[in-house]
């Protein structure tokens, strides 16, 4: 936990938490539609 | 002894005949809908062959005809009797007075049964007796504004007999299984407020407490039964179903109630009421606040504001969604009456809706900055204040560009077309919805800050929890704004799915930053105490703004949904030949509005007032109960 406390690595860990929760909230929520959240990407 | 077995006797009996009320309709309703099954039956039987059926316009089910068909009106004195008025607006009037009223005395007993129930959970005792203290205030001032809600409903069916009879007795022929019930309902939730009320000096303490609490569930079941009746009639006006193409009653009575916008109509009403009822308290308490005499009174009343604020705001926040839910389903039943609303004839209602909604959210986000005044270690987060009032700024300013503008030809030749070459680029949906979305997770934001104002969190992994805080803020706005500028680069059909992801973004920072909070925050150091009544009075004036928008937007929203109809009294089954079956100018019907919600204001105000003349009566025994309390109030009634 001390660890966690240091900025850095409590930056680098809450990014990855956040923007990987954020990314999967975008897939699952538009492929929950019907929908293809990469669709530009595929394009 | 005998005297504590007497009053659990009784309080079990009153509870058993508030539960003997709620049952009591549907009781009753049992015989004679079976009745009318039978009766059905056998006229079938009798008239043999002849048996008419028709099918269900929505539901597309075949039924025994047992109705009369929609009456064909002509505009004159026989279906449409009148005086030297626009009938319409006379309506218009008596319906929205109805609503309103409608709606706070629904609304208020749902609050005292939160109220009561955290006063009965929490174990200081003062804070109990405060909490308890509140929800009797909530639920006085709502009892003289449920008889005037009886009075408007009362002039609500004169309005309707005289004015439109023809329609009225075609509405409550099709609606006939169920019009005692509806009846019968209201005399239910009569009773039982009156028990409830009356009751509660007599049921304090322990067990009865708990069989009050109970009362206040069986009320708020009755209450919202009695709305979602209420809501089937509109729902059936908009998208009819359980009658044939002629408006022929089909027998199945559950069709007709349960249309394809009743379940959302009944969540946005539910919700409507709701944050609409807070503000109605918060503008009370603000109005007692800055009327205080005395530094107690002041406290009381601030406490107070907030309290309702907090739960007003609370429905507040997922209205919005419940809204494009309740468009989503508009869109689905006809998409002609979804562009009527969004895209075309009303749609710059929805500018002014969008208006409104900003305006909630700014004056309750200036009210917590306000109220983080009242708190010593708060004001560490005023400097950052600056930034949030940026991001509601941009986000109000994209929500509220309009798509097109009304311009004159030289104007129009001068841009070059309708929308403007920049700003018509945030007047689509992808930018709006981003837009709100920004400004609902600021006020998220704003409230965290305020849960956090004046404590220091001292979990061991408080470093961490308050960067990750920050870096899960920060990628929810980059997620919101993203997806928005994101919906410009993709069709249509794909963009459509984008709000879901960002609603849930705003959700995820709702939920799971209050949690967070809460978990930090748990025997955290406080800073000092929240010093109440030591707030600026303008903070009471944002309650009071609060509490006026609802009630416009209120007006306005009611307003749209009943014009969607165009010239239908029943949508495409039921013609309105009057001659006012036309949409009303945005200037006309803004005003017609604000007239409403003037008189609401002017009326509640004297219902405040009757409150008062009670409150004036009990000093004596008051100040006996509890001698010299501060912020505390009284312990009686």
Same mark, same amino acid.
């Given at each position: 936990?001390?660890?966690?406390?240091?900025?850095?690595?409590?930056?680098?860990?809450?990014?990855?938490?956040?923007?990987?929760?954020?990314?999967?909230?975008?897939?699952?929520?538009?492929?929950?539609?019907?929908?293809?959240?990469?669709?530009?990407?595929?394009? | 002894?005998?005297?504590?077995?007497?009053?659990?006797?009784?309080?079990?009996?009153?509870?058993?005949?508030?539960?003997?009320?709620?049952?009591?309709?549907?009781?009753?309703?049992?015989?004679?809908?079976?009745?009318?099954?039978?009766?059905?039956?056998?006229?079938?039987?009798?008239?043999?062959?002849?048996?008419?059926?028709?099918?269900?316009?929505?539901?597309?089910?075949?039924?025994?005809?047992?109705?009369?068909?929609?009456?064909?009106?002509?505009?004159?004195?026989?279906?449409?009797?009148?005086?030297?008025?626009?009938?319409?607006?006379?309506?218009?009037?008596?319906?929205?007075?109805?609503? *309103? #009223? &409608?709606?706070?005395?629904?609304?208020?007993?749902?609050?005292?049964? $939160?109220?009561?129930? %955290?006063? !009965? @959970?929490?174990?200081?005792?003062?804070?109990?007796?405060?909490?308890?203290?509140?929800?009797?205030?909530?639920?006085?001032?709502?009892?003289?504004?449920?008889?005037?809600?009886?009075?408007?409903?009362?002039?609500?069916?004169?309005?309707?007999?005289?004015?439109?009879?023809?329609?009225?007795?075609?509405?409550?022929?099709?609606?006939?299984?169920?019009?005692?019930?509806?009846?019968?309902?209201?005399?239910?939730?009569?009773?039982?407020?009156?028990?409830? *009320? #009356? &009751?509660?000096?007599?049921?304090?303490?322990?067990?009865?407490?708990? $069989?009050?609490?109970? %009362?206040? !569930? @069986?009320?708020?079941?009755?209450?919202?039964?009695?709305?979602?009746?209420?809501?089937?009639?509109?729902?059936?006006?908009?998208?009819?179903?359980?009658?044939?193409?002629?408006?022929?009653?089909?027998?199945?009575?559950?069709?007709?109630?349960?249309?394809?916008?009743?379940?959302?109509?009944?969540?946005?009403?539910?919700?409507?009421?709701?944050?609409?009822?807070?503000?109605?308290?918060?503008?009370?308490?603000?109005?007692?606040?800055?009327?205080?005499?005395?530094?107690?009174?002041?406290?009381?009343?601030?406490?107070?504001?907030?309290?309702?604020?907090?739960?007003?705001?609370?429905?507040?926040?997922?209205?919005?969604?419940?809204?494009?839910?309740?468009?989503?389903?508009?869109?689905?039943?006809?998409?002609?009456?979804?562009?009527?609303?969004?895209?075309?004839?009303?749609?710059?209602?929805?500018?002014?809706?969008?208006?409104?909604?900003?305006?909630?959210?700014?004056?309750?986000?200036?009210?917590?900055?306000?109220?983080?005044?009242?708190?010593?270690?708060?004001?560490?987060?005023?400097?950052?204040?600056?930034?949030?009032?940026?991001?509601?700024?941009?986000?109000?300013?994209?929500?509220?560009?309009?798509?097109?503008?009304?311009?004159?030809?030289?104007?129009?030749?001068?841009?070059?077309?309708?929308?403007?070459?920049?700003?018509?680029?945030?007047?689509?949906?992808?930018?709006?919805?981003?837009?709100?979305?920004?400004?609902?997770?600021?006020?998220?934001?704003?409230?965290?800050?305020?849960?956090?104002?004046?404590?220091?969190?001292?979990?061991?992994?408080?470093?961490?929890?308050?960067?990750?805080?920050?870096?899960?803020?920060?990628?929810?706005?980059?997620?919101?704004?993203?997806?928005?500028?994101?919906?410009?680069?993709?069709?249509?059909?794909?963009?459509?799915?984008?709000?879901?992801?960002?609603?849930?973004?705003?959700?995820?920072?709702?939920?799971?930053?209050?949690?967070?909070?809460?978990?930090?925050?748990?025997?955290?150091?406080?800073?000092?105490?929240?010093?109440?009544?030591?707030?600026?009075?303008?903070?009471?004036?944002?309650?009071?703004?609060?509490?006026?928008?609802?009630?416009?937007?209120?007006?306005?929203?009611?307003?749209?949904?009943?014009?969607?109809?165009?010239?239908?009294?029943?949508?495409?089954?039921?013609?309105?030949?009057?001659?006012?079956?036309?949409?009303?100018?945005?200037?006309?019907?803004?005003?017609?509005?604000?007239?409403?919600?003037?008189?609401?204001?002017?009326?509640?105000?004297?219902?405040?007032?009757?409150?008062?003349?009670?409150?004036?009566?009990?000093?004596?025994?008051?100040?006996?109960?509890?001698?010299?309390?501060?912020?505390?109030?009284?312990?009686?009634?």
């Amino acid at each position: 936990m001390a660890v966690l406390n240091n900025p850095i690595v409590a930056v680098i860990v809450s990014l990855i938490i956040s923007v990987g929760y954020f990314l999967a909230v975008d897939h699952f929520m538009m492929d929950m539609q019907g929908l293809d959240f990469w669709y530009l990407f595929r394009q | 002894m005998g005297r504590v077995i007497g009053k659990r006797l009784f309080s079990i009996m009153a509870l058993c005949a508030m539960v003997g009320l709620l049952l009591l309709p549907i009781v009753v309703a049992l015989p004679s809908l079976a009745l009318g099954e039978e009766a059905t039956a056998g006229g079938a039987k009798k008239e043999g062959a002849t048996v008419e059926k028709g099918r269900d316009v929505y539901y597309k089910t075949e039924g025994v005809v047992v109705g009369a068909p929609a009456p064909k009106t002509t505009d004159g004195p026989k279906d449409y009797p009148r005086y030297n008025f626009e009938s319409r607006v006379l309506l218009w009037f008596a319906n929205q007075q109805h609503l *309103y #009223y &409608g709606s706070f005395v629904l609304a208020v007993p749902i609050f005292c049964m $939160i109220i009561e129930f %955290m006063g !009965v @959970v929490t174990k200081d005792k003062a804070l109990a007796k405060r909490y308890d203290q509140l929800a009797y205030d909530f639920i006085k001032i709502s009892l003289t504004a449920y008889s005037l809600t009886a009075v408007l409903g009362g002039i609500l069916i004169f309005t309707f007999l005289t004015l439109y009879p023809a329609f009225f007795s075609y509405l409550s022929s099709v609606f006939r299984p169920v019009m005692h019930i509806y009846a019968l309902m209201f005399v239910a939730e009569s009773g039982t407020l009156y028990i409830y *009320y #009356y &009751g509660w000096d007599k049921m304090k303490e322990g067990f009865l407490k708990w $069989i009050h609490l109970s %009362m206040s !569930v @069986v009320l708020n079941i009755i209450g919202t039964l009695l709305m979602f009746l209420a809501n089937s009639w509109i729902g059936f006006m908009m998208s009819p179903a359980g009658v044939d193409e002629q408006g022929r009653y089909l027998g199945n009575i559950w069709h007709v109630i349960h249309t394809a916008l009743w379940n959302p109509l009944n969540l946005h009403r539910i919700l409507g009421n709701m944050a609409f009822g807070g503000g109605v308290v918060a503008a009370y308490a603000a109005y007692k606040f800055l009327a205080a005499k005395t530094d107690e009174d002041r406290a009381h009343y601030d406490w107070m504001g907030y309290i309702a604020m907090a739960l007003g705001v609370a429905f507040l926040i997922p209205l919005p969604f419940a809204g494009y839910w309740l468009m989503r389903e508009v869109y689905a039943y006809r998409q002609q009456m979804g562009i009527t609303l969004m895209g075309g004839l009303l749609a710059w209602l929805f500018i002014i809706q969008a208006t409104m909604i900003g305006i909630l959210f700014l004056s309750t986000n200036y009210y917590l900055w306000q109220a983080m005044g009242r708190m010593r270690g708060a004001e560490k987060y005023q400097r950052y204040i600056k930034y949030l009032v940026f991001l509601l700024a941009c986000g109000y300013m994209v929500f509220i560009t309009p798509h097109t503008m009304v311009m004159t030809p030289a104007e129009l030749k001068a841009m070059g077309g309708q929308q403007h070459p920049v700003l018509g680029n945030y007047g689509v949906m992808s930018a709006k919805n981003g837009g709100i979305n920004v400004i609902i997770t600021t006020t998220v934001l704003s409230f965290v800050w305020y849960m956090r104002g004046n404590k220091v969190s001292t979990v061991s992994w408080a470093k961490f929890g308050n960067i990750f805080m920050g870096v899960f803020f920060t990628c929810a706005y980059f997620n919101i704004i993203g997806l928005a500028v994101y919906g410009y680069y993709i069709p249509a059909n794909v963009r459509v799915g984008l709000s879901v992801p960002q609603v849930t973004t705003t959700l995820s920072c709702l939920f799971f930053m209050f949690a967070l909070n809460s978990m930090m925050m748990k025997g955290a150091k406080q800073m000092g105490p929240i010093e109440w009544g030591k707030i600026s009075a303008r903070s009471q004036y944002a309650l009071i703004m609060l509490a006026t928008a609802f009630t416009w937007m209120m007006g306005l929203m009611g307003y749209i949904r009943s014009s969607v109809r165009l010239f239908w009294h029943v949508n495409e089954i039921m013609r309105d030949n009057s001659p006012w079956a036309y949409t009303h100018t945005v200037g006309f019907a803004a005003n017609m509005i604000s007239a409403n919600v003037l008189f609401f204001w002017i009326s509640i105000l004297f219902v405040f007032w009757l409150g008062s003349l009670t409150a004036k009566k009990a000093p004596a025994e008051v100040k006996v109960a509890v001698p010299g309390s501060v912020p505390q109030p009284v312990g009686s009634h």
